[in-house]
C-alpha cells in the first residue's frame, strides 16, 4: 500500500513538472512563430538600430530602442531605489531587531508584495507624481520617475524578504567567531554577513529586476505611453509592457503587421528576463563554489 501511495505522488509530481514544461515550450513557440512571422515583413536590424517606434501611426518605424530605454530607465530608478532601502531592512532585521519584533515585520513587509500593481499605479500618478511636482519644476504628469520609485516601493519585499532570508541562512558560528576576534556589529554584519550570504543577496537583486523589468499596470498608468528614445526621467516615457497592454486592447487588428509587434516586443522581453535568470544562476553557482 506505501509503494502504491509514493508511486501516484511520484507520478503526481512528475505530471506538475511536465505541465510547467508544456506551458514553457508552449509560451516560446507562440512568441518565436508570431515573431519569425513580423521579422519576415520587417528587417530585424531596423528593429534593433531605428530609434523611433511608431507602428500605429502613418510613418511607421519598428526600432524597439525607444521602448527598450523607457523599460530599462523605469528599471534602473527601481532598483537604484530598491536595493539600498531593501538590503537595509534585511540587515536590520537579521542582525538588529529583537527576534519577537522581526516575527511580526517581515511578514508586514511580505504584504507588500500582494498589493495589486493597479493600486501602485494609481498612488503613483495621484500621490508621488504631486508631491514631486512640487519641488521639481516642470515635470510631467506623466514620468518614469515617479513610476520607477514606486516600483521599488513594489520590490522592495523581494529584496528584504530573500536578503534576510539569505543573512538568516549563515551558521551561527560565523557570526560568533566575528565578535570573538573584537569585531563591532556594524562590521560583523557588513564585512562578514554580507559577503557570506553574497550569493543570496545577489540573487534577490537579480531576481528584483526581473520583476521590474516585466511589470505593467505602473508603468501602463504612472509612466505615459510615450515612446521616445531618452533617460530624462521627468518626461513621459512608454516601456514595452505597457505596449503590449496598448495594442492587446482591442484596437489593432488581429494578425495585422501592428499586432504582431507585440510579440516581436514580447520575445525581446523574453529575452531579457531569460538573461538575468541565466546571470543569476551562475552567480549563484560562483558564490556556493566559492565558500564550500
Excluded at 95 to 113: D, N, Q
Aim: avoid cysteine; hydrophobic fraction near 50%; proline fraction near 5%.
Amino acid at each position: 500500500m506505501r509503494k502504491i501511495k509514493e508511486l501516484v505522488i511520484e507520478r503526481a509530481l512528475l505530471f506538475s513538472a511536465l505541465i510547467t514544461i508544456a506551458v514553457t515550450i508552449g509560451i516560446i513557440l507562440v512568441l518565436s512563430i508570431e515573431a519569425f512571422s513580423f521579422f519576415s515583413e520587417v528587417s530585424i536590424i531596423d528593429f534593433l538600430t531605428d530609434p523611433e517606434w511608431t507602428p500605429l501611426f502613418t510613418n511607421k518605424h519598428f526600432g524597439i530602442l525607444s521602448l527598450l530605454s523607457g523599460t530599462l530607465l523605469t528599471s534602473f530608478i527601481a532598483i537604484a531605489f530598491a536595493v539600498p532601502v531593501g538590503l537595509s531592512i534585511s540587515i536590520y532585521l537579521s542582525e538588529y531587531a529583537p527576534k519577537s519584533f522581526r516575527r511580526t515585520i517581515k511578514p508586514l513587509l511580505e504584504l507588500l508584495a500582494a498589493v495589486p500593481t493597479v493600486v501602485y499605479g494609481f498612488f503613483a500618478l495621484m500621490v508621488v507624481t504631486p508631491f514631486l511636482q512640487s519641488f521639481i519644476p516642470g515635470l510631467s504628469s506623466f514620468n518614469s520617475l515617479s513610476a520607477g520609485l514606486v516600483m521599488g516601493i513594489m520590490i522592495i519585499p523581494y529584496i528584504s524578504s530573500l536578503s534576510e532570508d539569505a543573512l538568516h541562512a549563515v551558521p551561527n558560528s560565523l557570526r560568533e567567531a566575528a565578535y570573538g576576534m573584537g569585531s563591532t556589529r556594524l562590521q560583523n554584519s557588513f564585512k562578514v554577513m554580507v559577503p557570506a550570504a553574497s550569493s543570496g543577496i545577489i540573487v534577490s537583486i537579480i531576481l528584483a529586476i526581473s520583476r521590474a523589468i516585466g511589470e505593467t499596470m505602473i508603468v501602463a498608468i504612472a509612466a505615459g505611453q510615450q515612446p521616445r528614445l531618452t533617460f530624462d526621467p521627468t518626461v513621459p516615457v512608454e516601456t514595452i509592457t505597457a505596449y503590449i497592454v496598448q495594442v492587446s486592447l482591442g484596437d489593432v487588428q488581429h494578425d495585422s503587421l501592428e499586432y504582431k509587434t507585440i510579440f516581436a516586443a514580447g520575445i525581446t522581453l523574453f529575452v531579457f528576463t531569460f538573461l538575468l535568470n541565466t546571470i543569476s544562476y551562475r552567480i549563484r553557482k560562483k558564490f556556493q563554489e566559492k565558500y564550500e
